[in-house]
């Protein structure tokens, strides 16, 4: 039975009406449970067919939300083969769409030293699988506009409202220099298919095909080291820096044998891995302040520690960054004293 009242949520009313006008697969309503949130507006449910699998519901309310996206990516990554779901039945106006279920073992929940590097050469097989099928001009492109928007999440939701400090001219000034060290490592990076979220959270462990791979409708072409740096400095798990080098040597040694334009040396493969990291995690210290401020959304809260430390440990290492360093040491010593818990 459904474990939450639809009369008080009219997307699930709706979304129940629509699965049951679907024919194949025939559903079980009743069955609908929540499967997983996410960080945008969509939501996904987990409902049993008269088959005697399950599917996932995906409910993803106009106008926050397009499934178009996620249907052309999905065909775009399936046909380059990556395990990904299958869309079987959709009502695009609405933003319902009914998926195959790839199981409910993330790779957050399996990943322990002991499993990590089966899991973890099976995810990077699998993005150099995809980046193999890179083509121009099929999605749209991560270019300088959209990296720099994204970068400019930090200085507005991280600094600006998280720790309440404005930057002086200055202050702008010098981290606008180490953003255009940013794009300009970033820009000048071979380009491939990106999925823009390559981590624990949204790969699946599978029995076959592994790893299956979710939430991936942002997807973009754009620099070859970010999915990667994505997956070895996630913002949910961490691994020792001898691990992340190590997988990313096999990753650059995997890239360079499939034909992938990866950087010749390893040093400077490195280097913009470090640098598209660094404006990554930037990113995500803006947009989990923005969850808790705007969205009211706190889990990601606990998170952030972790992300911090990704970007001084990688600011800290090259002399052209370095002055974040000490952007970081002014606003944190700045910051009003409000108790901020993480």
């Known amino acids: 039975m459904m474990s939450f009242t639809p009369q008080n949520d009219p997307r699930i009313t709706q979304l129940s009406l629509w699965l049951a006008s679907v024919d194949a697969p025939s559903v079980n309503v009743e069955s609908l449970r929540p499967a997983s949130a996410d960080a945008s507006f969509r939501r996904y449910f987990r409902v049993d067919a008269s088959d005697g699998v399950s599917y996932i519901a995906m409910d993803a309310p106009p106008p926050q939300e397009n499934v178009r996206p996620f249907m052309q990516v999905a065909e775009i990554f399936a046909d380059a083969g990556i395990s990904v779901p299958k869309v079987v039945a959709h009502d695009i106006e609405n933003g319902f769409l009914l998926l195959t279920d790839l199981g409910s073992t993330t790779y957050l929940h399996a990943l322990n030293h002991d499993s990590a590097y089966k899991l973890y050469i099976d995810a990077i097989d699998t993005l150099v699988l995809l ?4 083509r121009p001009e099929v999605l749209p492109e991560y270019d300088r506009a959209v990296l720099l928007r994204e970068l400019m999440l930090f200085p507005e939701w991280y600094v ?3 720790l309440g400090v404005t930057l002086t001219a200055a202050q ?3 981290l606008n220099k180490v953003f255009d060290a940013l794009l300009a490592n970033i820009l000048a990076q071979p380009q491939v298919y990106v999925h823009r979220d390559y981590h624990s959270r949204n790969l699946m462990v599978l029995p076959q095909g592994n790893p299956g791979v979710l939430d991936f409708q942002d997807a973009l072409y754009g620099p070859i080291t970010y ?9 949910y798990i961490q691994w020792d820096e001898e691990i992340v080098l190590d997988l990313a040597i096999r990753y650059w040694e995997r890239a360079k044998r499939a034909g992938l334009p990866a950087s010749p040396d390893i040093d400077s493969f490195y280097r913009d891995f470090e640098y598209t990291g660094l404006q990554r995690h930037l990113k995500i210290l803006g947009i989990f302040a923005r969850l808790h401020h705007r969205d009211g959304k706190d889990g990601y809260l606990s998170d952030m520690p972790l992300v911090m430390t990704y970007v001084r440990n990688a600011a800290n290492r090259y002399k052209e960054l370095k002055p974040l360093i000490r952007l970081l040491d002014q606003v944190e010593n700045n910051a009003p004293q409000v108790g901020y818990t993480f």
């Open 131 to 134: 980046q193999v099928h890179s």
């Open 227 to 235: 999915d990667i740096v994505s997956l070895l400095r996630d913002a």
């Open 160 to 162: 600006g409202k998280h």
């Open 172 to 174: 702008t000034a010098e």
